[in-house]
């Protein structure tokens, strides 16, 4: 709960960067405040200058980075007139930080609890003794089984979702006020997000610390902050509650974020998402007048001409936009409506590809002396009798959380791996297991998009050049016509022809997907492998790439096999969902199907941990705990069981479940009757709360 009292007071905050060009004023006239208990969501699209206000509010900046004008107080004290020896005993006891990546931020080669317990000694002045029951204590707060085994491991031996609650009970250890979370979550699976998200904001009101929120996911926003904070180019754009900002928002660039987020309720047939063309313009280069004007689709003369100051418009809702009473008005602008357009029958359409059975075991061998006394070595079954089938010109969605062995499966349909035992269909054709003993006419047909298009770009080499190579070996194009083919085909992923020239670090990350996707499309493919390939991505470049992607296959008739823990973009790109736990299948139907009860209990678990950017929208709050067992020693009966929310008994644990068909097009594999199941289950989500 929320109280009045103002922990971080920031007036007029200016930050800027010495660089050989003079100074960069990265950050400008920022004012906020935040209170205790109070979570604060700070959204932004990539470069917004979020990162650098954080460190700036802090005084944690890099060396050639400096506060130029303007004044922070925490708690009453005036930072700005700290000592770095003075500020050195608030880092650490008074603020406090989680990163994105723990990894980056916790010591590999310490145990986990000794590096808990030395901030108890550091900040607190306590006895080794009195540390070690401190960390122990703050293990069991975030809710870490058997905390004293947990205290004595090594980052290494520890799953992602485990380090972020190491970061969080670290961060806790000292009582902050103020406390810094900047994307703790974006690396996490949905389910462990969700379970994070629950944690830390329990753990919050109980502590009542003041805390910076940052993200670009608007769900979490929505979820758990209390207000939130819009930044583009290093400004405020608007401020307030979030029931102001989320649904009665008076800025452009708030109503574009928002329309970027694909809907659970909508497809790519129903609506095209709404995209904000351009870039954030760079700090050396700021537009005249309002510096969102040229990317902004309600632009005025006035509006490139005269800067708007951020400006109270009701109480406590701030816009920096001088047409904000005519932005509602403008709601029209967020997606494009599509649902007029003639319905096709996927299911009439032919088969592209048909997987029936797929395994894929690994030998690994034991470490130390288990390894030398050893019958025979551990077996992995990533992919254990998996089947899909995908049409042409449409989209099959794999979901499910890490380690179930999507990649695992898609790497041997695309001949990456070898498939242990299984056969593979494309139009009809049975496929080799492994790439090198396929023909290039089926090399041509199968390519693959990477969630890091950095994997499949040549940093030493021009872009343009990435894209042509597939055209040379597999195009059978003769060299005169390359280069022409290569522009197209940058026009066809709505990118420059002059790009062409361009090395990778000049390019954007959304840049440099649009490069593999034109890399994908150049061999003209039927059917093309996405993993993850929007999810490390700003809201408003997923949106431009998944527009882009839903126009190549309307328009050239690819399929996709579409990979993501995302189930909104899956949601909106897939005509199909295969939900897939422990290398099975669990569930699988068309899109709207598999959004609608009944759900597998997995499937349902999945659902109620998206986060939905709509403070309005109350969903089930169903958690799974622990993570998703080894492949190695894979439960018996349903090997979901050790997991399930809606276990029924023995037969879980010892009877593997049969296939139940909802409908001629949806399939659940699971004991539960699915009458019962209907009768369990509630839609995605429910009606509105009430309004304070």
């Known amino acids: 709960m929320t109280t009045n009292t103002t922990v971080l007071d920031v007036k007029n905050l200016w930050v800027s960067y010495a660089t050989d060009d003079g100074a960069l004023n990265t950050v400008r006239n920022v004012t906020m405040k935040i209170a205790r208990g109070e979570i604060y969501g700070l959204v932004g699209e990539s470069g917004s200058g979020k990162t650098t206000l954080a460190r700036a509010l802090v005084r944690y900046l890099p060396r050639n980075g400096s506060i130029s004008s303007g004044s922070i107080s925490l708690g009453g004290v005036d930072l700005l007139a700290l000592s770095q020896r003075e500020l050195r005993k608030v880092w650490g006891a008074r603020v406090t930080m989680v990163h994105q990546d723990p990894s980056k931020a916790i010591n590999p080669s310490i145990p986990v609890g000794d590096q808990i317990a030395e901030m108890a000694r550091t900040h607190l002045g306590m006895s080794r003794a009195q540390a070690k029951n401190k960390a122990l204590e703050m293990l069991e707060k975030v809710q870490l089984p058997d905390p004293e085994s947990v205290a004595a491991r090594y980052p290494h031996q520890l799953s992602g979702g485990m380090l972020q609650r190491i970061l969080i009970a670290t961060a806790l250890t000292t009582n902050p006020q103020f406390l810094i979370m900047d994307e703790p979550t974006t690396a996490l699976d949905v389910t462990t997000e969700a379970v994070i998200l629950d944690l830390v904001r329990d753990l919050l009101r109980e502590y009542e610390t003041a805390v910076l929120y940052i993200t670009h996911n608007l769900g979490v926003v929505a979820r758990i902050c209390d207000r939130v904070g819009v930044m583009y180019a290093g400004e405020l754009m608007e401020e307030g509650n979030i029931q102001q900002v989320f649904k009665q928002n008076y800025h452009p660039y708030t109503l574009g974020l928002l329309g970027c987020v694909p809907r659970i309720d909508a497809s790519k047939h129903d609506i095209d998402l709404h995209t904000i063309p351009g870039h954030i313009p760079r700090p050396n280069a700021l537009p005249d007048g309002c510096i969102f004007a040229p990317r902004c689709a309600m632009a005025e003369d006035a509006c490139r001409k005269e800067r708007p100051s951020l400006t109270e418009i009701s109480d406590g809702h701030f816009t920096a936009c001088r047409r904000w009473s005519e932005v509602a008005d403008n709601i029209h602008i967020i997606a494009k409506d599509k649902s007029e357009e003639e319905e096709i029958d996927m299911s009439e359409i032919p088969l592209l590809l048909d997987a029936r059975n797929i395994e894929k075991q690994f030998k690994v061998r034991r470490s130390g002396l288990s390894n030398i006394f050893a019958w025979k070595p551990d ?314």
């Open 379 to 692: 077996i992995v079954r990533a992919v254990d009798n998996m089947s899909i089938r995908v049409r042409k010109g449409a989209t099959m969605g794999i979901v499910g959380e890490s380690g179930c062995g999507k990649t695992t499966f898609a790497r041997c349909i695309a001949g990456f791996e070898s498939a242990t035992s299984g056969d593979i269909f494309l139009n009809g054709e049975a496929l080799p297991y492994s790439i090198k003993d396929r023909s290039k006419s089926t090399l041509k047909k199968i390519q693959l998009v990477f969630q890091n298009p950095d994997a499949s770009l040549n940093p030493q080499h021009p872009v343009g050049q990435s894209v042509g190579r597939p055209l040379a070996l597999l195009g059978n194009v003769l060299q005169s016509e390359i280069d022409q083919r290569v522009r197209e085909l940058f026009e066809a992923v709505n990118l420059p022809a002059d790009y062409v020239h361009r090395l990778p670090h000049e390019l954007s990350g959304g840049e440099k997907q649009r490069v593999a996707i034109a890399r994908a499309f150049a061999a003209n493919p039927e059917l093309m492998i996405l993993d993850e390939p929007i999810s490390s991505l700003d809201v408003s470049v997923q949106a431009s790439l998944m527009n882009l992607l839903a126009e190549l296959q309307k328009e050239k008739g690819v399929s996709y096999l579409f990979i993501s823990h995302d189930l909104a973009a899956v949601r909106h790109l897939s005509d199909w969902i295969a939900v897939v736990y422990l290398g099975r299948i669990w569930e699988i139907g068309s899109a709207q199907d598999v959004f609608s009860p009944p759900y597998h209990p997995y499937t349902e678990a999945l659902l109620s941990a998206i986060p939905i950017p709509d403070p309005n929208i109350h969903q089930e709050r169903i958690r799974l705990q622990g993570s998703v067992p080894s492949a190695v020693n894979i439960p018996s009966g349903c090997r979901f069981h050790t997991r399930c929310p809606r276990k029924i008994g023995a037969i879980c644990e010892t009877e593997s479940p049969t296939w139940q068909n909802v409908n001629r097009f949806h399939s659940i594999c699971c004991h539960i009757p699915l009458e019962e199941l209907n009768k369990l289950q509630a839609p995605i989500t429910v009606e509105e709360r009430e309004q304070p």
